[in-house]
C-alpha cells in the first residue's frame, strides 16, 4: 500500500512542470457532462495506521471462502490448485501482463506460453492454439468474428444454451456488423438438433454450441458438426469447464472447426470473476484469421532451440485493415499458471481428476433423488453440473448450507425466467468434495 501526501506547494510545482497554473485547467478537456457534479460523501481523511485497522476492520467482516465449499459452477469452478504451482507463481520474474516481444529478454516466458500452446493442442486435437484471450466469453466473441471473414456470411446461430454472458458478449462484439444472430431453443436440457438442421442456410457462418452446455448436458458435437458442415458453416465449440477436457471426447476428433475455451479451472483460482485467461484453437488452414498472437519454436544463430512470438495479427504490428484483433493485455501469468498446473498432473492427473469429478457429481445427484426432496426434470448426459428441481423452499436451503460452510447451488430462475424454472437448481461438484461432504449435503436437503 502507498501512502504519499503531497502539500499545496508541491501540488503548485506539479501543476506548473506540466504546463497549467491549476487542477481546473488541467481537467479543462473533459466535458461538463460527463464530470462529476455532485459532491462526493467522503469520511474525513485518516493517517496511514488509521486507514490500515479500518480496512483490516472491514475485512473481518468476510466469510473465509476456504472453510466454503461451492455447489455453485455456471462457468467459475473451484477445483484443487498444487501448492508446487502457489510456489512457483511468486518468482518474480512473471509478475508482468507485458507481452513478451522481445525475445532476447523473455525466453522463460515464451516457453511457457509454447508448453501451454502444447499442452491445449493435445487436449482439443486442434493444429494450433492462441494461448491468452481475456476470458470464454470474449473468447467466444472472437470466435464468432473470426467464421464470418472466414465465410463472408452474414448469419450466426447461438443455442440458447450457450452461456448468458457468453450470448451478451457474443452480440455486444457483433452489434457494429450486419450479422443476423438466430437462437437455438433446447429440448431436455440439449440443445434442438432439429432446429439446427431448419435454421441452417448457404447465409449461415457458424453454429455456436456450448458443450458441457450451460445446464451441464454434453452435446452431441460430432452430429452438429456433420449437420453445420453440409450447408458450409463452420462449427464452433464453447468449453467453459476445461476440466471435461481430460475425460470427453476431443473437439479436433468430432471436426469441430473452432474452439473457444477457459482454462479457469486449470489452476485458476476463483476470484470475484478473474481474471481468468482463454484459448482460441483452430485447423491449421484458418490461421491466418486467428486473433492475438501466438508463440513459434526455432532456433538461434548457434542453431541453440529459441522462442519467439508469430502470427501477431494486430494493428499496431500489421496494416490497420488486415488486422484481425486489437487485443493488447496479455494474460501472461494465468497462461504460467496453467502451464505448470497442467505440468505437475500430466495426462494421467488430468484424467483422473475429471473422472472424479464425473463419479462425484453423480454420485451426489443420485442420492438427491433417492431422498424424495428432489425430481430430475431432464434426461441428459453431464460431466461435473446438473440441473435439479427442489420440492421446498429455496431461500431456506440456501440458508441451510451456509450455515454450514457450503455455498448454494444456482436458481437458473434468473437466466431462464419461466415457470417451469421456478424451483430448478444447477449444481456443481468438482474433485474438492470429499464422500462425507456429500453425504453432509444429502443429509441437510433431505429433511
Not at 502507498?2 to 508541491?10: A, G, K, L, N, V
Not at 485497522?53 to 473465509?64: C, L, S
Not at 470473476?273 to 484453437?281: E, M, Q, R, T, V
Request: aromatic share 10%.
Amino acid at each position: 500500500m502507498r501512502y504519499i501526501p503531497s502539500t499545496e506547494e508541491q501540488q503548485r510545482e506539479m501543476l506548473k512542470g506540466i504546463g497549467v497554473s491549476s487542477f481546473e485547467e488541467l481537467i479543462a478537456n473533459i466535458p461538463e457532462k460527463v464530470r462529476l457534479k455532485r459532491k462526493l460523501n467522503l469520511p474525513p481523511a485518516l493517517a496511514e495506521n488509521e486507514l490500515e485497522e479500518k480496512i483490516v476492520q472491514i475485512a473481518r467482516k468476510n466469510a473465509d471462502f476456504y472453510q466454503l465449499k461451492p455447489l455453485l459452477g455456471a462457468g467459475a469452478y473451484r477445483h484443487f490448485i498444487p501448492e508446487a504451482e502457489k510456489a512457483l507463481l511468486q518468482r518474480e520474474e512473471f509478475w508482468t501482463c507485458y507481452t513478451p516481444y522481445q525475445p532476447e529478454l523473455s525466453q522463460g516466458t515464451l516457453q511457457s506460453i509454447f508448453e501451454f500452446q502444447s499442452y491445449i493442442s493435445r487436449l482439443t486435437k486442434m493444429e494450433v492454439v492462441v494461448p491468452s484471450i481475456f476470458d470464454g466469453a470474449s473468447a467466444t466473441a472472437e470466435a464468432a468474428l473470426m467464421s464470418l471473414r472466414l465465410t463472408h456470411k452474414d448469419k450466426i446461430l447461438i443455442s440458447s444454451l450457450l452461456h448468458p454472458h457468453y450470448r451478451e458478449t457474443v452480440k455486444t462484439y457483433l452489434a457494429p456488423h450486419a450479422v443476423k444472430i438466430l437462437e437455438l431453443p433446447f429440448r431436455n436440457g440439449i440443445t434442438q438438433i432439429d432446429n439446427i438442421k431448419d435454421s441452417l442456410d448457404d447465409n449461415t457462418a457458424a453454429v455456436i454450441i456450448q458443450s458441457p452446455n450451460f445446464l451441464g448436458g454434453i452435446e452431441d458435437i460430432a452430429e452438429i458438426s456433420e449437420i453445420a458442415h453440409q450447408k458450409n458453416a463452420m462449427l464452433i465449440q464453447v468449453i467453459a469447464e476445461s476440466m471435461s477436457l481430460g475425460i470427453l471426447k476431443s473437439p479436433g476428433n468430432m471436426n469441430v472447426d473452432i474452439v473457444s475455451g477457459n482454462t479457469q479451472s486449470f489452476g485458476l483460482d476463483l476470484n470475484f470473476g478473474g481474471p481468468y485467461n482463454a484459448f482460441l484453437a483452430t485447423k491449421k488452414q484458418y490461421i491466418r484469421q486467428l486473433p492475438g498472437r501466438i508463440v513459434g519454436e526455432t532456433k538461434d544463430k548457434n542453431g541453440k532451440r529459441a522462442f519467439v512470438m508469430t502470427f501477431r495479427a494486430r494493428e499496431q504490428d500489421i496494416r490497420r485493415e488486415k488486422a484481425t484483433s486489437n487485443m493488447c493485455t496479455n494474460h501472461n501469468l494465468n497462461v504460467v499458471a496453467t502451464n505448470i498446473y497442467l505440468s505437475l498432473l500430466g495426462t494421467e492427473g488430468i484424467y483422473q481428476y475429471s473422472l472424479l469429478n464425473l463419479k462425484k457429481a453423480h454420485y451426489l445427484e443420485t442420492q438427491l433423488l433417492k431422498s424424495g426432496k428432489f425430481r430430475k426434470p431432464f434426461s441428459y448426459p453431464y460431466f461435473n453440473e446438473f440441473l435439479l428441481e427442489y420440492e421446498g423452499d429455496l431461500k431456506n436451503l440456501s440458508e441451510r448450507l451456509l450455515e454450514n460452510n457450503f455455498i448454494p447451488p444456482l436458481s437458473v430462475l434468473q437466466f431462464f425466467p419461466d415457470e417451469k424454472f421456478e424451483q430448478s437448481l444447477l449444481l456443481a461438484v468438482t474433485e474438492i468434495f470429499s464422500r462425507d461432504e456429500l453425504n453432509q449435503i444429502v443429509d441437510l436437503l433431505s429433511r
